[in-house]
């Protein structure tokens, strides 16, 4: 076996191309024994097995500096990296994460999970290595998926001008995380077909140099042409054509599905762990019918068509109701800017990590502009994912405080969909909903669809001494403490608030009559985040308000309850402390 000897790139140059390409072989065993216990991203990590064998092949990291876009497919490049027991012996397989990490290793450069953005950082590198009068190479593998980001295609068109050694690995195997969308991978399709030779270029368009690899994983091919470009004096553009999924026939066969898991079975290819029925599921079927009665509604996804649990399907449902941008959040954002300016019914469903990256249009194109337009935020929750990159618990500090904005949190399944039902019919505001997260609750009850008078909280239990808000996915959270307080013959006033952006100042304001405390919970950091809105309120006030959420931090691998324990939010804990500040 040659995985378990590899300690590092140089352990890889020692072997012929022979033993390389059972290397290979090892590699797709040891990546598919671990995702089938552990889960992960799957098709694009076994499509780019050998090209990560002839990288380090012919390079020398950590001197010459490679840099992974998303770095999803990272998995090969950490097994030849120091880290192959990681992926051999699973009482190791917690040690790495599924992201390139410095932490982890010197072969790591940045700590990257976000689309588009490795040809910005390793232009970074080159400008940085230039000044220095040093020389290595500095190479930015990206996909066919994310090169047509917009950070991307700007750095694309600016590489050039650097007029220096920068190697461009364009990953190409035809799909993003589903078929990729946009009029560049006509250009794509037509260097793929014609094996690069095809008068149109547009990388040649940038005054970028260009070479074409036709079997992208044939391990000879890959290590002449790496070879070639090794030390090379300008930039230039390596575009390697790949099999997604390549050495396991489903994902090769279905490779959208495979894109990422959750533990399977290695030879059904089924889910080890039944998710159920989940708020992608029903909110894809209410949209569904929605477009059936409503010609106007646009349901729009930026490159995740996983948000809604969209495969082929159930986007051919959709129709011309279905809009993919690709991975371009902002051209998302000001795009159903436009569509609810001329009279359609924009949705757009978007991951909370990903909110970030279209800050400045959500401000400028949609609130400024007072477009109503609809946002579903998934995935905005300590239960989305427990990546650093892709943390789904700032969304709050950056939504919440953008002027004509109304951000609203169910509580659960009946009111997330009144509230969907008033977003898309209302034509006076922006609005956004941060889909509840975790457990699905059914509360078997009817909620006003009219929620026009925005900011006004519900009081669910009217009692006095300490009021409970429960924001959202938390307010599950507020209604134990209550049940806890009343036990111990504390009858407190418990409150949904709904909004996230604004105060209800009247009720706020009237609960100084018969209240000493107020106690907020949300799944959210506390910096910038609702708690603070309320504290703020009774700033200059005998009330005293204690706000449960989590410290600022950036966190990774980690166990939700943990996270929770950790910032106090169990309902003994809040229940002990509400008792002693009553006392």
């Known amino acids: 076996m040659y995985l378990e000897k590899i300690n590092g790139p140089e352990d890889v140059k020692k072997l012929s191309v022979e033993q390389m390409e059972i290397l290979a072989d ?28 002839a990288l380090h092949c012919v390079f020398s990291s950590p001197i010459d500096k490679i840099v992974f ?30 992201y390139t990490n410095p932490v982890e290793s010197q072969h790591d450069i940045f700590n990257i999970g976000h689309t588009s953005t490795s040809l910005s950082l390793a232009s970074g590198l080159v400008k940085a290595r230039d000044l220095a009068g040093e020389q290595y190479n500095v190479i930015a593998v990206i996909g066919d998926g994310a090169i047509g980001g917009g950070e991307a295609l700007e750095a694309l068109s600016l590489a050039s001008e650097l007029k220096s050694n920068f190697i461009i690995v364009l990953n190409d195997n035809n799909m993003a995380i589903s078929e990729n969308c946009g009029g560049l991978y006509n250009n794509l399709e037509e260097l793929r077909s014609s094996k690069g030779k095809s008068t149109f270029n547009m990388f040649k368009s940038f005054g970028l140099d260009y070479v074409y690899v036709h079997d992208g994983n044939n391990i000879q091919s890959l290590i002449e042409t790496l070879n070639e470009v090794k030390d090379i004096g300008h930039p230039i553009v390596v575009h390697v054509s790949t099999k997604k999924g390549k050495g396991f026939k489903m994902a090769e066969d279905n490779s959208e599905r495979w894109h ?14 039944d998710r159920g029925v989940n708020y992608q599921m029903i909110t894809y079927d209410y949209l569904l019918n929605k477009s059936k009665k409503d010609p106007r509604l646009a349901v729009v996804v930026s490159g995740t068509p996983s948000v809604l649990a969209l495969n082929k399907d159930k986007r051919e449902a959709l129709g011309s109701h279905y809009v993919e941008v690709g991975v371009a959040e902002e051209h998302a954002v000001a795009m159903i800017s436009g569509l609810a300016k001329n009279g359609a019914r924009p949705v757009y469903a978007v991951y909370s990590s990903f909110v970030q990256r279209c800050y400045d249009q959500i401000a400028q194109d949609i609130c400024i502009n007072n477009s109503p337009a609809t946002f579903l935020v998934f995935s905005a929750s300590i239960y989305g994912n427990n990546d650093i990159t892709h943390l789904g618990i700032f969304d709050i500090p950056m939504m919440s405080n953008i002027p004509n904005l109304v951000y609203m949190a169910p509580t659960c399944k009946e009111e997330y969909f009144a509230m969907l039902d008033w977003a898309i019919s209302q034509e006076k505001y922006p609005v956004g909903i941060r889909v509840p997260c975790g457990q699905m609750i059914l509360k078997e009850k009817d909620f006003s669809c009219d929620f026009s008078d925005v900011n006004k909280f519900e009081v669910v239990e009217k009692g006095k001494d300490v009021a409970i808000i429960g924001l959202g996915n938390f307010y599950a959270i507020a209604e134990k403490v209550s049940e806890i307080l009343a036990k111990q013959g504390v009858n407190a006033t418990l409150i949904n608030p709904r909004f996230v952006t604004a105060i209800d100042e009247e009720l706020l304001e009237s609960l100084k009559a018969e209240h000493r405390l107020v106690v907020t919970i949300e799944d959210c950091v506390l910096n910038g985040g609702f708690g603070e809105k309320i504290a703020r309120f009774y700033g200059d006030s005998d009330m005293k308000v204690k706000c449960y959420g989590y410290k600022k931090e950036f966190l990774d691998l980690f166990m939700p309850q943990e996270v929770l324990e950790r910032n106090g939010i169990t309902v003994e804990n809040i229940s002990n402390y509400i008792l002693s500040k009553l006392k």
């Open 26 to 53: 090892e590699m797709r065993d040891a990546l598919m024994n671990k995702l089938s216990v552990c889960g992960g991203h799957c098709s694009s990590n076994l499509g780019i097995v050998e090209l990560t064998i």
């Open 69 to 98: 876009d998303v770095s999803h497919q990272s998995y090969s490049h950490k097994m030849l990296t120091g880290r192959n027991l990681s992926y051999l012996i699973p009482e190791e397989y917690d040690k790495v994460s599924g």
């Open 260 to 273: 990422a898991r959750k533990p399977f079975d290695m030879t059904t290819g089924k889910d080890l762990v």
